[in-house]
């Protein structure tokens, strides 16, 4: 058994406890903004006006897919480039940097959402200080200078977290010449990659139009280029929340099963495949959206429909994994292994169940992708639904899972009440199916997303298919959720002051069973992947930015004196 990390590389585990205390805090706030929503949408329960009720959808949603998402990730894979190099970063001042750049960034982008609660809000920069913008911020809606000037500090911080551990690589690869890159990090660099040719395009959405226009510098912008701009990165993040959680899936879940991945070269080609498509779909969000011609809006949702195979040859290699490792453990049958697996570690139950949630979720996406059906459920209760699945559960459950078995590891101390730990994944679990049937199920007959006040249809009667019976089982979920958040964050700080106790965890992680010697050295060429990457990306936007700004105007229609 090897050392502890917090023993091996104690500086790189306090920076990933910073993280993870940062994503964990934006976790609290998130989750108690969601069940004031959940009671506050179906009357059940009301404790802010119906006004302000969109700041408490906005804090929701930044604290939690940005936030609590993103801090994670960043520990994480501070992680699993140390751990999986052996080595820690180059300058120990560049990793403190974009962990205080990204702080600052949340800090400044918290105040100006939080502002919304007040009265009489301060004017600051021109304008009142406010956000009340959703996490999608695009035009027309305008928020306060400072809360863009916040996100922008926070990307540049990931920008530099992934050039810290590119930095990394390149030190350890001059130390390891020839020798293929460990899977976590290939894992790592390939997200960046992701990352980095996403993330530009919110960049430049931000810097070139939406702050300029929310500093009074511009008068109009094209409010289209802009949400394009924004669902070409809009796509790609959802996929930066749910890499680390892959991340997981591939490398912890399959030892925590008893066994060993069963392939690292599919892995590998997994991770490429969302290099290549995470980019060239954003218009699928879009598919209601005038201005974008039908031809364009196809090429999104052909492109999405080939990014399915990479999660679907992720169920495939996962699945097979717990399996193996089921079988090694004495399960036998055709499904009887099932029984066989560890349900009582809450790590393993956690990611299996965010697993098959993320199951369900996959096929509502692709529900969404067809630009048909699309226009069913488009701005319906079936989108939240859809969210809540994926980054809800298939990410933020593998993020609690894998946190009871790293926790112990960074911090040197055993995990607190396993047995609750069980109940809080579970419990999760079943917070979910709970709400997002009454999710889909209101979306599928017309209920709009994002409104305080949904009651279009009033009808008082209780029964199955009625919509007090959807508001009941949306109002009990959203309950049972925050009560299983509260208790994994209970579980976290008390095993956090769980000093002088034994972790009993073993962090090792067991080799591929097909390694990376069975896959073409060229996996590993990463600028040959990045050229195709912006190929695809060139041939997706091109021509429907050209024509958007040749209609539209960079700046807006020029409407004249
Ligand atoms: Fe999505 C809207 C299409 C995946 C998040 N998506 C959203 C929005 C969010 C979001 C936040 O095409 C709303 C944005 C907004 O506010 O407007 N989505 C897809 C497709 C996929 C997909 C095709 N989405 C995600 C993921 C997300 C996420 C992942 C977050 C993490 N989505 C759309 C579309 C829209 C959309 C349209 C626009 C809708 C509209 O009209 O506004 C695919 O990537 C899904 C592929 C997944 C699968 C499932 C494979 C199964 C696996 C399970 C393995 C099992 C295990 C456990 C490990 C095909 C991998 C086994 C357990 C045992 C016990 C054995
Ligand atoms: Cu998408």
Redesign the pocket.
């Known amino acids: 058994m090897t050392d502890l990390f917090v023993d091996e590389y104690p500086e790189q585990a306090r920076l990933v406890r910073a993280a993870f205390l940062t994503s964990f805090v934006a976790l609290g706030i998130g989750a108690l903004f969601g069940v004031i929503q959940a009671l506050h949408r179906t009357g059940v329960f009301r404790i802010v006006e119906s006004t302000t009720y969109y700041t408490v959808l906005t804090g929701h949603?930044v604290f939690l897919?940005i936030t609590f998402?993103i801090f994670f990730l960043v520990g994480l894979y501070q992680w699993a480039v140390t751990d999986s190099l052996q080595r820690g970063p180059v300058d120990a001042r560049l990793t403190w940097s974009w962990y205080g750049l990204m702080s600052v960034g949340t800090l400044i982008a918290a105040i100006a959402i939080l502002a919304g609660f007040l009265d009489d809000p301060p004017d600051v920069l021109g304008s009142e200080l406010s956000a009340d913008v959703?996490?999608?911020f695009y035009a027309p809606l305008q928020a306060n200078p400072i809360f863009y000037a916040g996100l922008v500090l926070f990307v540049v911080g990931t920008w530099l977290a992934g050039a810290d551990w590119f930095r990394t690589w390149w030190a350890w690869k001059r130390d390891h010449p020839g020798e293929r890159i460990p899977l976590p990090t290939f894992m790592v660099l390939t997200t960046m990659i992701m990352w980095y040719i996403s993330s530009i395009g919110v960049a430049v959405a931000i810097l070139a139009f939406i702050l300029p226009w929310s500093l009074g510098l511009i008068d109009s912008l094209n409010p289209t280029l802009t949400r394009t701009l924004f669902w070409y990165f809009?796509?790609p993040?959802?996929?930066f929340?749910?890499l680390p959680?892959?991340l997981l899936?591939y490398i912890v879940?399959p030892k925590l099963s008893g066994g060993r991945l069963f392939s690292d070269p599919l892995a590998r080609v997994v991770f490429i495949l969302f290099v290549l498509l995470s980019t060239p779909?954003g218009i699928?969000?879009q598919?209601?959206d005038p201005g974008i011609s039908e031809g364009f809006k196809f090429i999104?949702?052909t492109n999405?429909?080939f990014?399915?195979l990479?999660?679907?040859?992720?169920?495939?290699t996962?699945?097979a994994s717990?399996?193996h490792g089921a079988r090694q453990r004495g399960g036998t049958g055709t499904l009887n292994w099932?029984r066989a697996?560890p349900w009582k570690d809450p790590a393993f139950t956690g990611?299996?169940?965010?697993?098959?949630v993320?199951?369900?979720?996959?096929?509502?996406?692709?529900?969404?992708?067809?630009m048909n059906i699309?226009y069913l459920?488009?701005?319906s209760l079936?989108?939240?639904g859809?969210?809540h699945t994926?980054?809800?559960t298939?990410?933020a459950l593998t993020f609690m899972a894998g946190s009871y078995w790293l926790v112990p590891q960074l911090t040197g101390n055993r995990l607190v009440g396993r047995q609750i730990a069980l109940f809080q994944v579970v419990l999760w679990f079943v917070g979910i199916v709970f709400m997002t049937n009454s999710m889909y199920r209101a979306g599928l007959i017309g209920v709009p997303?994002?409104s305080a006040e949904p009651q279009y249809a009033f009808d008082y009667e209780v029964g199955v298919g009625s919509m007090t019976e959807l508001d009941v089982q949306l109002a009990l979920g959203g309950v049972l959720l925050f009560v299983s958040t509260v208790l994994f964050l209970a579980i976290i700080l008390l095993t956090a002051f769980n000093t002088d106790s034994d972790p009993l965890v073993d962090g090792t992680i067991p080799p591929a069973l097909s390694g990376p010697e069975d896959s073409p050295r060229v996996l590993d060429d990463l600028r040959v992947w990045i050229g195709i990457a912006l190929v695809l990306v060139v041939i997706a936007y091109a021509i429907p930015l050209a024509s958007i700004v040749d209609r539209g105007g960079l700046f807006g229609p020029d409407v004249g004196p």
């Open positions: 949603g897919v998402t959703l996490f999608t809009g796509h993040v959802v996929y929340w749910l959680a892959y899936w879940l779909v699928h969000h598919y209601l999104a949702m999405t429909m990014l399915l990479p999660s679907l040859l992720t169920a495939f996962v699945v717990m399996e099932l697996l990611m299996a169940l965010a697993g098959l993320f199951a369900f979720g996959g096929f509502t996406g692709i529900v969404n992708a067809g699309n459920v488009h701005n079936w989108v939240p859809h969210i994926q980054v809800g298939a990410v997303r994002r």
